[in-house]
């Protein structure tokens, strides 16, 4: 539907969140609508911009933000039932009221799980310079995945040749550019991941050193002497539970650990305790 002139309204097919989750997400908590309508063109007197949204990216960290709010955890930024789901994504810009973007141009950055988003907050968005590259890589290497795993291992691991890296759900979006990223600086790099498919793609596609799946290993401490004889110099913390266990009991002296995620609690009313940690000491 329309409006005419340049004052277009149209349809706009949404995602949105039903309720708070608890336990594994289900598809029921959330659905599609093609009720909402927004108008193409930025509000008088705004700053914002409206922008059609061309690729969105899933985060594993969308569902920490679906669980009911607690007080004290205040940088989660929850989702409100009722509202679209909003994350990461590319949209272009199709008019603008802010001096730093004009319509035509490519963004990256917070919008919504809609084919049209009103976008005000511009602490988390950024102008595409470089278009020689599928704009879908600004979801990935060149997105969130990439900044996380190049400021986890470089600006917080403190990496240097040599060292053994040992990453957890290694396969994932993250995990893969950090263990591609070790091995450009010669360490000794394995990975964890659940299936011999994710494994094969480690060690075939991304030249892991090693990987192995966690759910065919009953002893992780064994397995990991397997692996690192000499200990752990940097592990990149992606699970949590019995894997982040087993970590501490092999951790090297002055050993680092980037805590990225703890993807094997985030579907748990009672998360797993930690029970190695006199190791840290």
Not at 45 to 50: E, K, P, Q
Not at 56 to 85: F, H
């Amino acid at each position: 539907m329309a409006s005419g002139g340049d004052d277009e309204q149209v349809r706009n097919k949404q995602v949105i969140f039903k309720d708070y989750v608890s336990g594994f997400p289900k598809e029921s908590d959330m659905y599609v609508s093609t009720n909402g309508t927004i108008r193409l063109k930025v509000p008088d007197g705004s700053n914002g911009i409206v922008g059609k949204n061309l690729y969105l990216s899933s985060d594993p960290y969308t569902r920490n933000r679906m669980t009911k709010p607690d007080t004290g955890n205040y940088y989660v930024n929850y989702l409100k039932p009722g509202l679209p789901i909003n994350g990461l994504g590319v949209a272009k810009v199709l008019d603008s009221g802010h001096p730093n973007f004009k319509k035509g141009d490519l963004v990256w950055g917070n919008t919504g799980w809609e084919e049209y988003s009103l976008i005000t907050d511009f602490q988390l968005l950024f102008k595409i310079q470089h278009t020689n590259v599928p704009l879908s890589y600004y979801t990935g290497i060149l997105g969130l995945p990439g900044l996380t795993a190049y400021g986890g291992f470089y600006e917080v691991c403190s990496p240097k040749k040599g060292d053994n890296v040992f990453i957890s759900a290694a396969s994932g979006a993250v995990g893969q550019l950090v263990g591609q990223l070790a091995k450009l600086l010669g360490c000794y790099v394995v990975g964890s991941a659940g299936s011999k498919e994710k494994v094969d793609l480690l060690k075939k596609k991304f030249k892991f050193n090693e990987a192995f799946n966690y759910k065919e290993e009953p002893d992780l401490d064994a397995t990991l002497k397997r692996y690192f004889p000499e200990g752990i110099d940097i592990y990149f913390e992606n699970v949590g539970g019995k894997i982040l266990d087993a970590v501490l009991l092999n951790m090297r002296a002055h050993g680092r650990i980037a805590a990225c995620g703890l993807i094997s609690q985030y579907n748990l009313d009672k998360p797993e305790g930690v029970h190695n940690l006199m190791h840290l000491i």
